[in-house]
Antibody, heavy 125, light 107 residues
Framework: QITLKESGPTLVKPTQTLTLTCTFSGFSLSTSGVGVGWIRQPPGKALEWLALIYWNDDKRYSPSLKSRLTITKDTSKNQVVLTMTNMDPVDTATYYC?????????????????WGQGTLVTVSS | EIVLTQSPGTLSLSPGERATLSCRASQSVSSSYLAWYQQKPGQAPRLLIYGASSRATGIPDRFSGSGSGTDFTLTISRLEPEDFAVYYCQQYGSSLTFGPGTKVDIK
C-alpha cells in the first residue's frame, strides 16, 4: 500500500522561503519510471501542478513558478523536499505530494496516484 | 501552455442518472495525454482515468473516458451517492495543467 504524507510549516511570512517534506512508503524512488510530484490548491479553487522529480533525478517544474521552486529527493529516507522562495499571500493553499506511477507498457503517463492528505500553508504577516 | 476549460461548472443530477462532463483544451493534447480525477470535500483527489480512456486501478466501470485532440468527456453511466464530487481534468501532453473543475451535486 502506497502512502504519502506532507509536513512543514502551517504559517509563513511574506518573502520567506517555504520548505515542505513529503515522506512516503510502499514504493521506492529508485524504481525505474517512478516519480513524486507536488500540486497545490488554494482554498475553494482548482488544482495547480508545481513540480515533479523522477527516479533518475530528472526534474520538471511549472513554467510559471520555475524560478521559485526546487525539488530534491533523498531515496534512502523515502523523502522528497520542495522549496518555494519569496512566498506571497496568493501562495496560501493546501499543498499535496503525490506518487507518479508507472502505468501501462511504456509508463509515459504523467499522472498522480495516490495523493497525500495535503497540508494547508497560510502566508500572512 | 495548454489551458483546459471544463463544462458545465456545476451539474445537478439525481442518483441513477447519467453524467456527462466535458473538458476542452486550448490546443491539441498529444497522444490523448489526458486524465480525470475525483475530489470529495476535505479529501485529496483520486485518479479515475488516464490516457483519455483507461480506468485506474479499482475504479468502477460506470466511469468511462473518451475523446481526443481538444475535446474530452468523462461519463458516469449511473450516478451513485458517493459520486457527487468535483471532477478535474489534467493534460500532460505539454507540461502539466489542470482544468477548473466540474461540481456534480445532488438535484
Amino acid at each position: 500500500q502506497i502512502t504519502l504524507k506532507e509536513s512543514g510549516p502551517t504559517l509563513v511570512k511574506p518573502t520567506q522561503t517555504l520548505t515542505l517534506t513529503c515522506t512516503f512508503s510502499g514504493f521506492s524512488l529508485s524504481t525505474s519510471g517512478v516519480g513524486v510530484g507536488w500540486i497545490r490548491q488554494p482554498p475553494g479553487k482548482a488544482l495547480e501542478w508545481l513540480a515533479l522529480i523522477y527516479w533518475n533525478d530528472d526534474k520538471r517544474y511549472s513554467p510559471s513558478l520555475k524560478s521559485r521552486l526546487t525539488i530534491t529527493k533523498d531515496t534512502s529516507k523515502n523523502q522528497v523536499v520542495l522549496t518555494m522562495t519569496n512566498m506571497d499571500p496568493v501562495d496560501t493553499a493546501t499543498y499535496y505530494c503525490a506518487h507518479r506511477p508507472v502505468l501501462g507498457i511504456f509508463g509515459v503517463d504523467e499522472v498522480f496516484d495516490p495523493w497525500g492528505q495535503g497540508t494547508l500553508v497560510t502566508v500572512s504577516s | 501552455e495548454i489551458v483546459l476549460t471544463q463544462s458545465p461548472g456545476t451539474l445537478s443530477l439525481s442518483p441513477g442518472e447519467r453524467a456527462t462532463l466535458s473538458c476542452r483544451a486550448s490546443q491539441s493534447v498529444s497522444s490523448s495525454y489526458l486524465a480525470w480525477y475525483q475530489q470529495k470535500p476535505g479529501q485529496a483527489p483520486r485518479l479515475l482515468i488516464y490516457g483519455a480512456s483507461s480506468r485506474a486501478t479499482g475504479i468502477p466501470d460506470r466511469f468511462s473516458g473518451s475523446g481526443s485532440g481538444t475535446d474530452f468527456t468523462l461519463t458516469i453511466s449511473r450516478l451513485e451517492p458517493e459520486d457527487f464530487a468535483v471532477y478535474y481534468c489534467q493534460q500532460y501532453g505539454s507540461s502539466l495543467t489542470f482544468g477548473p473543475g466540474t461540481k456534480v451535486d445532488i438535484k
